[in-house]
Every structure is written in structure tokens, then in C-alpha cells.
């Protein structure tokens, strides 16, 4: 069974970074999600990633950096963009997916030619990767398609019997993962997946930005499969509680509720959380996974979640929610 250790505690980070050394695979905690991490270098180890989240080899797992060294070190950077990027949102949860030098195990990218790479702004993350002295491959630390793991508790559901160190750094604050941008050569951005930063901020940096809309797309972003995300209980997306009242009141199911801002009725409700009070997006994203997690394992049978505005982070999580919906 896995340890859950204080990542606060530079010993523990050692420790971790001691197993990453022998080819082990450890869980730690970033400002997006929790992630599965492995020495990026050496194969066998990101390939007990693949095993230990039963996720099949096509889907192409991010390289997490700690400093512009081991940016030129991955990838090749033949284009001004990157730095222009690189200084305004890293760290933070922003990847950039770039053509990959020769060292990055194809096993890594999923047979792509790129390679997708973020700076994390987590201090245990980035006290990890610069304890190990190298890259670290990590994908969300959740089993294939199931939700992904915002506390260190989510990790050990879902993981513990398969790891040894999960490095504990509270409540991520992100809370959704990073958002994924493809950058080519004389070519608008295009983005692959919206997640913690906004797309909206992203433009201002480098102009306009385009959305892929190949939602299971096999090339750009295997890991943008449709099902994706998903708690265990059927969850269906309405426009507000009223659709709730209307449409499914006959419904024999014991519902829970994730609502944006408030909840009008709570009674027809078995459980319910209000992801954000005071209408916050920042707050909603960051309570998002944790609180479908908890929906997830009360009492109700059926999930219903409020649509947000798709706009800054509500595009992350709105995202998200179709895909949890698709099942
Ligand atoms: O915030 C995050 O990005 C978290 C934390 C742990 O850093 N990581 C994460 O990894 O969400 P994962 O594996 O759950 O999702 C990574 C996504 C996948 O959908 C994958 O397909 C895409 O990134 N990806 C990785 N490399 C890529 C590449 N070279 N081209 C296109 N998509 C890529
Ligand atoms: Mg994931």
C-alpha cells in the first residue's frame, strides 16, 4: 500500500526523487492535478505509467521541466513564440506541445514527433523535478479515463495498492489540468484541450488562438478520447436546477446536484455541492474534480451538473463535463 508523505518535508521530496532514480513511479501533487510521475528518460519506468493507470500506449504523456535548461533539452525550439510564452505563464498550467529531440523515448510521446512539456508552479513539483536532476513524465495520476486526482486521498483510491510514495500537497489550486497548446512553425496556436489557463489570456500573448474541435482526435491529442474524466454514477449535464424540476422529477433515482452558484430547491436533492458561491470560475475550477469525487462516492445514484459559462476557466470545465457526460 502506498505512503501518503508531507511533500512540504525536503527529506520525503529526496526520498521520492530516490525511487524515481531506481526506475520506481511515484504520485505528487501539482497546481493542476495530482500526477503519476516517472525519470523521463528511462523507459521501463514510463512504462510501469502505462500499466499502472491502465491507459493504452497511443495516448502520449507530458514531460514536466523545472527551469529552460531542460526546455532545449526535450524539445527544439525553433520558434520566438515559445520564450514570449514560456515568460508569461511558466511556471504554471500551461503545456506546450513542441517537436522533441532525439532523447525523448518514443514511448513517452506515443510515437509522435512532438512532445508535450509544462513548468509546473507547485514547489513540491518543482523541488522533485530538480532533486531528480531531470525531466519527469507524468500524466494525471487517476486510473484510465476515471477522475482525476485533485488531493492525495483521490490517489490513493484509485492507485494505492499500486505505488509506494504519494508526495501529499493539499487541495491542488488549480484544480483541472493544464491547458494544452500546440505551437508549429508559421501556423496559429492551436489549442488542444482548455484547461487551467484561460484561452482568452493565452491571446493577448500571441494573438488569436485556434480550437481544435477533434474532440478523439488519434494525432493531435490521443488523450482527448471522449470518454474521459468520467465518475463511476451516470452524469447528466442541464442548463439549471429548473430543467431538474421539470424533466426528471419523476424520476425514481436518488439525484445529486453539482451546481455553479446556488442552489434554489435542495430537497428533491440526495446530495449536492455548489461549486462556487460567488459565481468565481477560478473557485469552480478548483473544487470541480474534488467535488465529483465526493458526488461520486455519497449517496446519490445519478449526478446532475450545472453548465457554466464557457468562457475563461469555464471552458476547462465545461470540457470536462462532456466528456463525464458521454458514457
Ligand atoms: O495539468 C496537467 O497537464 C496534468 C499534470 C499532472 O501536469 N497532466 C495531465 O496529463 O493532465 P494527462 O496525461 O492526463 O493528459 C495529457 C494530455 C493527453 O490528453 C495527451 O494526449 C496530451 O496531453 N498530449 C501529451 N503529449 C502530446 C503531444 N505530443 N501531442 C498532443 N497531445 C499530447
Ligand atoms: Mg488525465
Known amino acids: 500500500m502506498a505512503k ?57 504523456v507530458i514531460v514536466h521541466i523545472a527551469n529552460l535548461k531542460q526546455l532545449e533539452e526535450v524539445a527544439r525550439i525553433e520558434d520566438e513564440r515559445i520564450y514570449l510564452l514560456a515568460k508569461n505563464f511558466w511556471p504554471g498550467p500551461l503545456t506546450l506541445v513542441l517537436p522533441k529531440q532525439k532523447k525523448i523515448p518514443y514511448l513517452v510521446t506515443a510515437g509522435l514527433d512532438t512532445v508535450g512539456i509544462r513548468m509546473p508552479s507547485n514547489v513540491i513539483a518543482l523541488s522533485l523535478i ?59 496556436p492551436v489549442c488542444l484541450r482548455a484547461g487551467g489557463l484561460p484561452i482568452e489570456e493565452i491571446e493577448k500573448i500571441v494573438g488569436k488562438v485556434e480550437v481544435s474541435k477533434k474532440q478523439s482526435s488519434k494525432v493531435l491529442a490521443p488523450g482527448n478520447l471522449k470518454f474521459h474524466y468520467a465518475p463511476r454514477k451516470p452524469l447528466i449535464i442541464v442548463k439549471n436546477e429548473e430543467e431538474i424540476a421539470e424533466h426528471f422529477k419523476d424520476f425514481k433515482k436518488k439525484k445529486g446536484f453539482l451546481a455553479f452558484q446556488k442552489i434554489k430547491n435542495k430537497k428533491i436533492f440526495s446530495d449536492w455541492r455548489i461549486l462556487s458561491p460567488s459565481g468565481d470560475l477560478k473557485e469552480a475550477a ?19 451538473a450545472e453548465k457554466v459559462k464557457e468562457v475563461g476557466l469555464g471552458r476547462a470545465i465545461m470540457e470536462r463535463l462532456n466528456k463525464a457526460a458521454h458514457q
Request: with cysteine; proline share 5%; hydrophobic share 40%.
Open 130 to 188: 530538480q532533486s531528480l536532476g531531470r525531466p519527469i513524465a507524468a500524466p494525471s495520476a487517476n486510473l484510465f479515463t476515471h477522475l482525476s486526482p485533485t488531493t492525495a486521498d483521490h490517489v490513493f483510491k484509485q492507485l494505492g495498492s499500486k505505488i509506494k510514495i504519494i508526495l501529499d500537497g493539499g487541495k491542488t489550486i488549480c484544480g483541472v489540468e493544464s491547458t494544452i497548446l500546440l505551437i508549429k512553425k508559421n501556423a496559429r
Open 4 to 60: 501518503i508523505i508531507d511533500g512540504f518535508v525536503y527529506r520525503n521530496i529526496n526520498k521520492a526523487a530516490q525511487l524515481l532514480r531506481r526506475g520506481e513511479v511515484i504520485a505528487f501533487p501539482t497546481e493542476t492535478v495530482y500526477g503519476l510521475g516517472a525519470d523521463v528518460y528511462n523507459k521501463k519506468a514510463v512504462a510501469k505509467i502505462f500499466e499502472i493507470k491502465e491507459r493504452p500506449f497511443f495516448d502520449p
Open 286 to 304: 478548483s473544487n470541480f474534480f474534488d467535488f465529483l469525487h465526493q458526488l461520486d462516492e455519497g449517496p446519490a445514484e445519478i449526478i446532475f
